[in-house]
Each structure stands twice: as structure tokens, then as C-alpha cells.
């Protein structure tokens, strides 16, 4: 919401509860227990900017990123507050590669040494 405040552009967020509102893109994450997601105020043509809490294997991101794409959304950059890192890797900033988008991330934490 800052950056949609501090730039002066709409905002556009992803919903997990279905409204009565136009123009709805829907995408779904099989992994999430309320898989169902829905945008509302995007229309071809438009260009945004995905950004997200975190980001660990990029399915959420991915997913989203293709949905908007086969509605003629352009997705112009991809951001988070913490990238997951397992044993230095990052699964999503990989994923996100393969769809040529270049993930900016304020903290990159490596989860595997709090597993043990």
C-alpha cells in the first residue's frame, strides 16, 4: 500500500473472499487451504507491479503472474519483504527467472538453520 501511496497509482490486491465486483481475474494454489484467489480493477493492457510478504517457492507469484499475463496484463517487476532461502537457494527468484522477471526482495533469510 506504501508503494501505491508513495508512487500516486492504483493499488490492485489479491483477495481470498469472492465480491460482487467487475472485471474478476481468478487464479488458484492448490497447496493454500482457501486456494481460491481473485483480483478485481485490472484490464489488458495494464502494467503492474507484484509485490508480496515473502516468497519461497514462487508458486503464489508464478501463478498469479500467468493469470494476469492470459488477460493482457503486463507484469513490469516483482517484489517482496523476505525471499526463503534453503541452503542458499532461492526457488522463487529461479521460477521467476524462467518467467524473465528479476525478483527485488528487502531480506533474504536462510530457513534451514532454524530447522534443526
Given at each position: 500500500m506504501a508503494l501505491a501511496y508513495e508512487l500516486n497509482i492504483p493499488l490492485v490486491i489479491?483477495?481470498?473472499c469472492r465480491l460482487d465486483l467487475p472485471?474478476?481475474?481468478?487464479?488458484?494454489?492448490?497447496?493454500?487451504?482457501?486456494?481460491?484467489?481473485?483480483?478485481?480493477?485490472?484490464y489488458s493492457g495494464m502494467s503492474v507491479i507484484l509485490v508480496d510478504d515473502e516468497v519461497d517457492n514462487g508458486h503464489t507469484f508464478c501463478n498469479a503472474i500467468r493469470e494476469l499475463r492470459a488477460h493482457g496484463v503486463q507484469v513490469l517487476d516483482v517484489a517482496c519483504v523476505v525471499e526463503v532461502l534453503h541452503d542458499g537457494y532461492s526457488m522463487g527468484r529461479t521460477k521467476l527467472l524462467d518467467?524473465?522477471?528479476h525478483l527485488k526482495s528487502l531480506l533474504r533469510l536462510?530457513?534451514?538453520k532454524y530447522a534443526k
Open positions: 489479491a483477495y481470498k472485471d474478476e481475474i481468478t487464479w488458484s494454489e492448490p497447496h493454500c487451504l482457501f486456494n481460491t484467489f481473485y483480483f478485481y480493477g485490472t518467467l524473465n522477471l536462510e530457513v534451514d
